[in-house]
Structures are given as structure tokens and as C-alpha cells.
């Protein structure tokens, strides 16, 4: 007799009634529906319930479990639950590199819209702030993976854009220091961070937050 056994996906592809076409796509859509690619550890893809219900799977050898519970395996991800995973202290990979520049770019669109609406409101009531802060601080640590996928002029864009509103709230945050490189292997190519203008993100934080946050979040994208 065949047991049957629940299998745990945890991001599933957008209903039909939220799909919509793709000139009739809002920056969010690409933030709650958009999938990509990613890697974490099967662990963190079981729900709590199940694990209170069913269990895990064993192999009754501990060490092996142990290798079986932290194996990375891949699952469609939006970029909001990237985001949630990342502030829950989950590490979280992609697939494809290249996908960091699109993840970015709409995590950009997504925060500059919402912006733009804050900054045209007397009393927005119904802003999602603590989440457009959540997104925000993720965009910086995608953009360390994406900044050499974008052209040495991006981020003079994103400063035309600003200067559309003299009156812009603004905020600026360096990004953490790259990872050190390794005994015996060289970086190829490598830039100065002070002569290139994509070495620094201009968070928009303070647009979102009374003040500047102040956790200090590891870098827990890799």
C-alpha cells in the first residue's frame, strides 16, 4: 500500500483571477506574483503545522538528517517572500545570478512609486510602511549582487528621478563591505568603489521611517 506523502510548496504560481496583462501591471504585481529561482534549506520550506502533524522525514542516522534538513533546494520565490524570509534571518540564493539586476529593478520601481505617492499625500492612512522599510533594506543587499549587471550611469538616472521633486525626502546608505577575497584567488576586473557610481544605493528608508533604522541586519543574501 502506497503512502501517501503531502508535498510542501511553499510559493505556488498566482491564482487565475490575479492574472492580469502585462501592460496592465502595477509595480506590486511584479512584487507579490513575479517567481524566480532560489535556493534555501528544505527545512525552512516545511510549514510549522506539518511539522507538528506529520514530522520530518528520517533516516534514523542523526547526521545524516541533519545533512538532509540543511540541504538548499530550489523553490519559486516572489520577491516579497524573498524579502520576509530575509528579515526572518533566512538565508536565501538564487538560481541565476543575472536574475538579481530584474529583482532590483522592480524592488526600484516598486519603492520609487510608492514614494512619489507619500510624497504627493497629506496623510496617507493606508501605506504600508513597515513593508516598503522591510523592501528597502533588501534592495540594498540585492543591489550589492546586481550593481555590476547595471550600467556605470544608473544611478545618475535614479538622482534625475529624485530631482524631480526639489522637495524630496531623501536618505543615503553605504552599502556593507564586500566579502573578502580568499588566499590564492584574484579578483578580475575590480573597480574603485570611490570613482564608481554604482558602488552606493540611495535608500529611501527616511521616505518610509521617521528616522534612519537602526538594526543592524547581517548580510544573509547570498
Not at 528544505?42 to 502533524?53: N, Y
Not at 534571518?89 to 543575472?98: E, R, Y
Request: glycine share 2%; proline share 8%; net charge positive.
Amino acid at each position: 500500500m502506497k503512502q501517501h506523502v503531502l508535498r510542501v510548496v511553499p510559493a505556488q504560481r498566482p491564482a487565475t483571477s490575479n492574472w492580469v496583462p502585462p501592460a496592465q501591471r502595477d509595480t506590486a504585481w511584479w512584487i507579490f506574483y513575479r517567481l524566480f529561482r532560489c535556493r534555501l534549506r528544505r527545512i525552512l520550506t516545511i510549514p510549522l503545522e506539518e511539522m507538528q502533524d506529520v514530522g520530518t522525514p528520517t533516516s534514523f542516522d542523526p547526521d545524516v538528517d541533519r545533512q538532509m534538513q540543511n540541504e538548499r533546494v530550489e523553490r519559486m520565490l516572489s520577491i516579497a517572500q524573498m524579502a520576509q524570509y530575509w528579515s526572518d534571518g533566512i538565508s536565501i540564493g538564487l538560481v541565476d545570478p543575472k536574475d538579481a539586476k530584474e529583482i532590483y529593478e522592480r524592488l526600484s520601481n516598486h519603492l520609487y512609486a510608492w514614494k512619489d505617492k507619500l510624497d504627493n499625500e497629506v496623510a496617507p492612512r493606508t501605506a504600508p510602511l513597515e513593508d516598503l522599510a522591510k523592501l528597502d533594506a533588501f534592495a540594498n543587499v540585492v543591489y550589492a549582487l546586481a550593481r555590476y549587471q547595471l550600467p556605470r550611469d544608473y544611478l545618475d538616472s535614479r538622482f534625475e528621478r529624485q530631482a524631480r521633486n526639489l522637495f524630496a525626502i531623501t536618505g543615503e546608505s553605504l552599502l556593507r563591505s564586500p566579502r573578502p577575497v580568499r588566499p590564492g584567488f584574484t579578483t578580475i576586473n575590480r573597480t574603485d568603489e570611490e570613482t564608481d557610481p554604482r558602488a552606493q544605493r540611495l535608500s529611501l528608508a527616511d521616505a518610509f521611517v521617521r528616522g534612519r533604522p537602526s538594526p543592524d541586519w547581517a548580510l544573509r543574501w547570498k
